[in-house]
Structures are given as structure tokens and as C-alpha cells.
């Protein structure tokens, strides 16, 4: 059953085909996901409230339904460690075409990048994609599938599925992923689609950085039924 605010942001973003990220954040965080701290706002001074809210370091994104790949035009600033470079950035992004606001949040890492996805098969309904995530994603191509709801269990086998596992299990030295905060994300992730089936075309969340034992979903783009 859609919480009444996820449904509200659904409705109103029919007109654009797709949900802005501050939208598709507030949707995570009510799942119970894990996203940044983050802030819509709409001026610079307001930008620079909600920054001291969070604390520097912060990245802004510019927030447009025109815009769908920020990335691709410049839409975003990261490490912002003051409210000088701050107003700089809102100065740049308000420059961008269909800008309504900009979008601030806490910078977060991690020491690995994955992608978690989500397509509606027309025949099998929800399917669930992991995967080495980041720019690396389109050149790896490291991914595992499988049909939506996972089950702890689908999870591990996803893990132990791609090719880059032992990234996630401590290459050489490094810390492990917690894959019990891995487990907890792809299982409420895949709930959170099923909830979504008669809306959406497709989830991406990338990147997910994980860290120790933090996985945060840093990037978040749900496109709609057309």
C-alpha cells in the first residue's frame, strides 16, 4: 500500500514523465531507505539555510523537469564547503534550463560504488538489478538480476554473482561491506518497486556508496509510465 505522501508526489509528477529527486529522495526515505540528509530550496539564501542545516561539506543539484541526466549539463556541484562557493553554484545552476530550485545534500563516500535498478517486465513483472555501479557501470557491465521480491537469500547469490564481489568482501585488506545494510536496502528497495509496479518504467539508483557499514543511496532517478 503507497504512503499518502509517495502518492501525492506520484500524481503530481505525471506531467513530467519522471520524479524530480528531491520527490524520488523523500519517496526513499519514507520506505525507510537510506539517502543523504538533504533540502530542496529555491534561493540562495534558503540554499544557505538548509546548508548550515546539514553542514558543510555539501553538493547542490540543480532541480528541473527538463533536466533528467544533471550530470550530462553540469548540473551539479560537490564538496561545497562554504556559503560563498554555495552562492556560485546557485548561480550556475539557476542558469539551467526549466530551473526550479536546487537540491542540497550532505556529501557522502564510499569505498565502493554499485548500481541498484528496476525494471517492469511486461511478462514477469518487477526485476531487480545489482551491479558495480558509478561511471564504471556502462563499461563493466557487471550486473545480476533477479525477479522482484527478493528474499536475504536472492541477495547473497546477487552478491556472489558478479564478478566484482570480492570488492565487497574486503579486497586486499580493505574494510568489508556490511551486507547486512546491503541486504536490508535490496530487500526494502525491492518491496518499494512492487508498491510501484502500476507506476513505473524504471528505478536507477546510482550510486549507492557503500562504506564499512553505510550504504546510502546518493543518486535517485524513477521514471514513469508513459
Not at 22 to 32: C, F, I, N, Q, S
Not at 137 to 152: H, M, N, Q, S
Amino acid at each position: 500500500m503507497l504512503k499518502r505522501k509517495t502518492h501525492a508526489s506520484l500524481e503530481a509528477s505525471k506531467a513530467y514523465g519522471w520524479v524530480l529527486e528531491p520527490d524520488a529522495k523523500a519517496m526513499l526515505k519514507e520506505k525507510g531507505l537510506p539517502v543523504p540528509r538533504f533540502a530542496r530550496a529555491g534561493s540562495r539564501e534558503e540554499a544557505r539555510a538548509r546548508a548550515h542545516e546539514i553542514g558543510y561539506p555539501v553538493a547542490a543539484k540543480v532541480v528541473s523537469p527538463l533536466i533528467v541526466h544533471k550530470s550530462d549539463v553540469g548540473g551539479v556541484a560537490v564538496n561545497i564547503r562554504s556559503d560563498g562557493q554555495l552562492d556560485e553554484a546557485f548561480s550556475r545552476l539557476s542558469s539551467l534550463k526549466g530551473f526550479e530550485g536546487v537540491l542540497v545534500e550532505e556529501m557522502v563516500s564510499g569505498s565502493v560504488e554499485l548500481i541498484v535498478g528496476a525494471t517492469v517486465d511486461f511478462q514477469f513483472g518487477p526485476v531487480i538489478l545489482l551491479g558495480l555501479g558509478g561511471t564504471s557501470v556502462e563499461i563493466y557491465k557487471d550486473t545480476a538480476l533477479r525477479l522482484a521480491p527478493l528474499t536475504p537469500k536472492d541477495v547473497l547469490s546477487m552478491v556472489r554473482e558478479l564478478k566484482a564481489h570480492p570488492l565487497l568482501e574486503g579486497y586486499r585488506g580493505a574494510e568489508p561491506i556490511d551486507m547486512a545494510e546491503l541486504t536490508n536496502l535490496l530487500v526494502l528497495f525491492s518491496q518499494f518497486v512492487m508498491e510501484l509496479e502500476g507506476w513505473i518504467e524504471s528505478i536507477d539508483l546510482n550510486p549507492v556508496l557503500c562504506k564499512g557499514s553505510r550504504c546510502t543511496i546518493a543518486d535517485a532517478r524513477i521514471m514513469l509510465v508513459k
